[in-house]
C-alpha cells in the first residue's frame, strides 16, 4: 500500500495490508491504523476458549508511526479478536477503547461484537 496514496484518499488497497492476515508459514499478522493511539494490544480467543478469555498480544508501532502491528504464531483462521486502543494517559490515568477491527473480513454476530481471522 502507497502511504501517500492512504493518507490522500487515493488508495483503495488498504484492506491488502490492515487487518488480520493468515502468514504462509503459519501464524497471523495483525495491522491497524490508530494515529492517535498511545499504544495498542490484540484480544485473542483461540476457537473452543471460554468466552471472556482472552491473550493480550502489545503491537508495534510500525511504517509512519501511525501504524500498529504484531505478528502472532500461534493464530489461527476461526480466533476471535478486538482491538485494545489505549489513549494518552489523563490525570486519572491511562484509559483504553475495545473495538472491533473495521478492516476485518468477519464478525460475530450481535450481540458480540468481536473480529474473527479467516482464510480468504
Known sequence: MDLQAFYQGTS???H???GAHLLPGG????RVFA????????????????????????????????FFEAA???ARAGDRYEL????????SGATFTDHCDP?????ELRP?????VCDL
Do not use: T
Open 84 to 91: 485494545r486502543i489505549h489513549h494518552s494517559p489523563d490525570a
Open 35 to 66: 494515529p492517535g493511539a498511545h499504544g495498542v494490544e490484540i484480544l485473542l480467543s483461540h476457537e473452543g476458549d471460554p468466552a471472556g478469555q482472552a491473550a493480550a498480544i502489545p503491537c508495534a508501532r510500525a511504517y509512519d508511526g501511525n
Open 112 to 116: 458480540a461484537h468481536r473480529s474473527i
Open 72 to 74: 502472532v504464531a500461534e
Open 12 to 14: 483503495f488497497d488498504a
Open 16 to 18: 491488502g495490508m490492515l
Open 27 to 30: 501464524g497471523v499478522a495483525f
Open 103 to 107: 478492516f476485518g473480513f468477519a464478525m
